[in-house]
């Protein structure tokens, strides 16, 4: 029997061979329990073939030689019982805006903008810190999901499956199963919503598949022509709603307490507390500020927060609030849930005050500028000044850590064709390392302190993804990167010129996949249209990243232009 064009599948009651994983009706289906869709499932099944399933080929997982058809939870058990999980997390999910709602985006939609300019999105196995970025293995190309069918009559929400097509990030160009070659009705979705589903799902959940309106009349066994089409595909784990639901939980809470880098003095770090939790990205406001308008942006994996108590364990500076009666209900944040940096033996080799290395200049990220060590700290960490443009005081020092990706040896630059930015007022060019150390009397801190580990990260050049204005950090901006070099990666602006480039490590946790926004609730801000200048608003707040009491030395952010 097959599926009548237009006729909900599941006005035939839907069944799913408990052998192959087949979904179908019924009434097509053999033995007195209907748990088999053929004579052949039903001798497998009571033979425990060796045979892999349809559903298990579809999940992607090689059939063990071994493998037993018997079990005491079958999965379609499983899987009703993640759809039964994943609806009540739905609707617990309603109420909590950005959880996996989606954002209405007037000026901006990634989709369109993929397909004209002909680019990719990094894949989101590049972003361990962003969700489901250590568990997207195997959602690629070629996948099958179910996805609501729009193209229909039905006034009821209807189903069908659909094939990726293409892939940036989150989001996925879909086209659903019986179009063929033809990309007439394909559509953008991003895949973390709620109503991607695996291939099953309907069939646990008692939801109806229907072959959309434009092709009803190509196939009159719509049955055989989705067992044929899904046989060896893959489709999503089962489970993948509820890790989408786990991966957008973020253990930092309004009101936790933490040190933070003091924006308007590099030098030293403040109190300040959780605000807002959006997507990882915390928006933290200084605990002296009366109004709650001194804030700062930063993701919780930042190197420029850190536990209470860090500060004077380590020797940094300090500001010390005034602020003498707490907000009721503010905690310490604990020490466990920020990043871990690597542990390093400072009593043999290490680095030494006055040595000079290249680092990303922190109030110009398009730069790699001649800097010097100017305090060494406890625990690894480094004070560092920019040469030639340092305050008298030391007020614009920056701390690093001395396995940070952001500093470099001596000769980096020039190994790698990139300008090195020389000091502030040094005449004697082009710039030269032998001359300079000379001159100054210092040595170069040895290369062999620094962090040569070049991870597997995937970017290539010209992928698209979604990006901190470091400069000004609550932005979240489209971005292209144009230049790796090792592990640092070049990232553009999109619509902005180069000089508002900024490098940035790639294991930044300030770089996002494409349709990352979208999925938490975080607005953002799409590429300058050169023909429409005032197509966003030009009165942003310049915050100046983290540094605002450095104004007169930032020009460099594309958004307060």
Avoid at 144 to 168: C, G, M, P
Avoid at 265 to 277: D, G, N
Avoid at 361 to 390: F, Q
Avoid at 435 to 462: C, M
Wanted: proline content about 6%; charged content about 20%.
């Amino acid at each position: 029997m097959g599926f009548s064009p237009g006729t909900p599948v599941s006005s035939h009651i839907p069944k799913t061979c408990v052998m192959c994983g087949m979904i179908g009706v019924r009434d097509a289906f053999y033995s007195k329990t209907k748990r088999f869709c053929s004579v052949s499932c039903s001798r497998s099944y009571s033979s425990n073939s060796k045979k892999a399933s349809i559903l298990a080929r579809l999940q992607g997982k090689p059939p063990t030689k071994k493998a037993k058809v018997l079990q005491k939870q079958p999965l379609v058990a499983k899987l009703a019982a993640y759809a039964q999980y994943q609806a009540s997390q739905q609707n617990q999910a309603k109420s909590k805006a950005g959880m996996y709602g989606l954002v209405p985006s007037e000026s901006f939609d990634w989709g369109p903008y993929i397909c004209v300019n002909n680019t990719s999105g990094a894949p989101v196995s590049c972003f361990k810190h962003a969700p489901m970025g250590t568990c997207w293995g195997g959602i690629e190309e070629g996948v099958r999901i179910e996805v609501l069918n729009s193209d229909t009559n039905h006034s009821t929400k209807v189903y069908w499956i659909a094939e990726i097509v293409k892939l940036a990030g989150f989001k996925a160009l879909l086209r659903y199963e019986g179009f063929d070659v033809d990309s007439s009705k394909d559509f953008w979705c991003n895949l973390c919503i709620p109503e991607v589903h695996p291939v099953g799902w309907c069939a646990s959940s008692g939801k109806p598949l229907v072959p959309p309106k434009s092709i009803q009349h190509k196939h009159s066994n719509w049955k055989a022509f989705l067992v044929k089409r899904l046989t060896g595909a893959k489709t999503l784990p089962p489970d993948f709603n509820v890790k989408v639901h786990e991966n957008t939980q973020f253990p930092f809470k309004k009101l936790m307490r933490v040190e933070v880098v003091d924006k308007n003095y590099l030098c030293r770090t403040r109190v300040a507390l959780v605000e807002q939790v959006i997507g990882g990205r915390l928006r933290l406001v200084y605990e002296e500020s009366q109004d709650g308008s001194d804030d700062f942006w930063c993701h919780m994996y930042s190197p420029l927060i850190h536990n209470i108590g860090w500060s004077r364990s380590i020797g940094h500076r300090f500001k010390r609030s005034d602020v003498t009666k707490k907000i009721e209900g503010q905690v310490d944040a604990p020490p466990q849930l920020f990043q871990k940096v690597r542990d390093v033996d400072q009593s043999v080799d290490w680095f030494k005050d006055g040595m000079k290395l290249e680092a990303i200049d922190p109030l110009n990220l398009s730069a790699i500028c001649v800097a010097t060590v100017r305090k060494v700290l406890a625990d690894g960490y480094l004070m560092i000044g920019i040469d030639g443009s340092e305050a008298v005081d030391g007020s614009d020092w920056f701390c690093y850590h001395g396995t940070s990706p952001s500093i470099f040896p001596v000769g980096f630059c020039e190994i790698n064709s990139i300008e090195l930015t020389s000091p502030r007022g040094y005449t004697k060019l082009p710039f030269k390392w032998f001359d300079y150390l000379r001159e100054t009397a210092s040595i170069a801190a040895p290369v062999k302190l620094f962090n040569k580990e070049v991870p597997n990260h995937g970017f290539q050049r010209g992928m698209k993804l979604e990006a901190v204005d470091l400069m000004e950090p609550r932005l979240v901006c489209v971005a292209t990167v144009t230049r790796i070099v090792h592990r640092l990666l070049r990232i553009h602006f999109d619509g902005w010129e180069d000089e508002y480039d900024q490098w940035v490590d790639c294991e930044s946790p300030d770089l996002y996949p494409v349709g990352w926004c979208q999925l938490t609730g975080y607005q953002l801000q799409p590429p300058r249209c050169k023909l429409c200048p005032m197509s966003r608003p030009r009165t942003l707040r310049a915050i100046n990243v983290l540094y605002q009491g450095a104004s007169s030395q930032i020009a460099n952010s594309p958004m307060t232009r």
